[in-house]
């Protein structure tokens, strides 16, 4: 039995104990921890105070509680799933995204009608209010079970000049983007990503752990005069994907000098 002589509540005390060892390699990455009946006999502590304790190690993100099954240290492995965040051209001058074959539909797509918010309205250079066609889809990755929602949001006033786009707005990201091309539109692309603790809904819609952040990546399709057209939004768990760029140079703009 180890015993418990630091101060602090005592489930506090457990926790930090439990701690030492995961980061000491004691309780191996995805290894299964002792029972609750183990850790109490550990311990010296009654059943509450080791459930208090797996509950604080599970918040912190260091334990994963899989129902019927017992309590296990989190992976600290790589992620399940690498996103190529990367648009080509194929031989016929249509877009093709590098993950386009990995995501299945896990439920009908939703389109919808709503308006912009403070955020996306900043996004799309629109103020608040403004009318948009927006299309959600819940997306899987069969070999690995990974989840992601996407959103695509487009301003009534695109989908207006593009009119294909407001009788079908739930087409796919390259199917829009070909649209755009075709309605005379030479398109650039602009991506920030960034990490937050999802909503409850959110988390139980992409199936997380406790204590798991996501990430959030928002991608801008801009017109021949850099107006936004488009806005994407795709959340990932951030245990079970990673992202990854390729960066090319820019030409460096030319210098004017004054004669």
Not at 66 to 84: I, Y
Not at 146 to 167: C, D, N, Q, Y
Not at 188 to 193: F, Q
Not at 199 to 206: A, F, Q
């Amino acid at each position: 039995m180890s015993e418990i002589q630091r101060p602090g509540a005592l489930y506090q005390q457990v926790a930090a104990a439990i701690r030492e060892a995961i980061l000491s390699g004691e309780f191996a990455p995805d290894a299964m921890l002792p029972s609750e009946a183990q850790l109490m006999a550990r311990y010296g502590v009654s059943r509450p105070t080791v459930r208090n304790a797996i509950a604080a190690l599970r918040a912190e993100g260091l334990v994963d509680v899989r129902h019927g099954k017992g309590s296990f240290v989190r992976s600290d492995g790589q992620p399940a799933l690498t996103l190529e965040r990367r648009i080509s051209h194929s031989s016929e001058g249509k877009f093709v995204m590098p993950n386009g074959d990995t995501w299945q539909e896990a439920e009908q797509p939703h389109t919808y009608r709503t308006h912009t918010t403070k955020d996306t309205g900043r996004l799309l250079q629109l103020a608040e209010e403004e009318a948009l066609f927006g299309c959600d889809r819940l997306l899987t990755d069969p070999a690995t079970g990974t989840r992601a929602m996407h959103r695509t949001l487009i301003p009534f006033e695109v989908a207006e000049a593009v009119p294909l786009l407001g009788k079908e707005p739930c087409k796919p990201p390259a199917a829009i983007y070909w649209v755009l091309t075709q309605a005379g539109h030479k398109l650039t692309w602009t991506e920030t990503v960034r990490a937050h603790m999802p909503p409850p809904d959110e988390r139980t819609t992409l199936q997380l752990p406790d204590a798991t952040p996501i990430l959030h990546v928002t991608r801008i399709a801009h017109g021949t005069d850099d107006r936004p057209l488009l806005l994407e939004e795709l959340r990932v768990g951030a245990d079970r994907a990673e992202l990854t760029y390729r960066i090319t140079a820019d030409k460096q703009p030319t210098r004017r000098t004054r004669t």
